[in-house]
């Protein structure tokens, strides 16, 4: 079978380690690993699994304007000056040419897919694939900036979003996954600051609002035989210190980012992991967590139970006592081991990397099969 030519658009594949950009790398490796794609990633890092061809692209990173810069149409957040930034080294470098690809993947709005749309040559432009990582808020806005939107490919990594997109767009629902080796169950003996002699409740999240940390600390903070780890950074990160240190005194550590391996780590030493938000595309941390055999306690939502169905333990996270009862419930040991196990089997059944791969792959080549040369004209 045809090996595809496949480019990844991101603006920090190979420079950080958050969600989309371990998916878009973790798809990249299994696809190459399986000798099935050539695969160039316009990165800004050097950071990807090996095979993979980098393609050099700056950017100025969204740290650097999440105070001070004006909010306005299509510059709305911090994330849409980063991709601006993006896309201005992507064109003054030139790298980008389309005839060289069969399929090129991205999941942000609006830059990018803007570019992507009007860029060929000689009326030739590959598949363009849009994944639903960061939301599917581009795909259904019909008002301003967002009613220019469009791809040839749309892969919904939730069944909400399926349902939502399928009778617009040509569309897949192929969930996140996991790599297993990695994120595994076993001994990890712990190292300070985590303490020996209490019950660890893990949270790896994004420190931004919708995530809800600051509501996890007030929930933990009534279960005070717990010590809460943090890992993860972003814009309120001054305010999780400053609400851990105030309710929580003694008994927390904020690990900020952590690569992959010493996240693995962190999440085997834990007792109990939690995760307060309550709508989010997919939440790979779900499945980092149970692949660990670390029992999960989160928001009883669709998304969530579609991923772990019988394998956590679910509450309503905007009532903190609530909550807070459950993370006590989660830690007797009756209840915690064999609820890890069932996230371990469950995640291994249905959400490993090289199987979900393999489905973005049959989805490109049906969706190429349609339109055997992407050529168009106006």
Known sequence: MKRLRIGMMLPGLGRVERGAEMAFLELARQWIEADAADVDCFATGPQLPQGVHRQPVGCRPREWFERFWPRMPMLRTEFDYEELTYLCHLVATRRYQPQNYDVIVHCSYPYINWYLQSNRTAGYRPLIAFITQNGDWPCRRLHREYRYFNCDALVCINPDYYDRHRQTYAAALIPNGVDPQLFHPGPD???????????????????VPYK?????????????????????????????????????????HLFGSLPREQLASLYRQADLFLHMSRDEPFGLVYCEAASSGLPVVAHDGLVQRWILDDAALYTDTNNLSQTAAVLRQAMRPEIRQPLGERARERMMAYFTWPVLAQQYLDFFRERLAQHPHRREHS
């Open 212 to 252: 809800m940390v600051l509501d996890g600390i007030r929930a933990v903070a009534d279960v005070p035989e717990a010590f809460l780890a943090i890992a993860g950074d972003g814009p309120l990160r001054a305010d999780v210190a400053q609400l851990a240190q105030e309710r929580l005194p003694g008994r927390h």
């Open 189 to 207: 003996p712990r190292q300070p600051p985590l303490p020996p002699d209490r019950p660890v409740i893990l949270m790896a999240s994004a420190l």
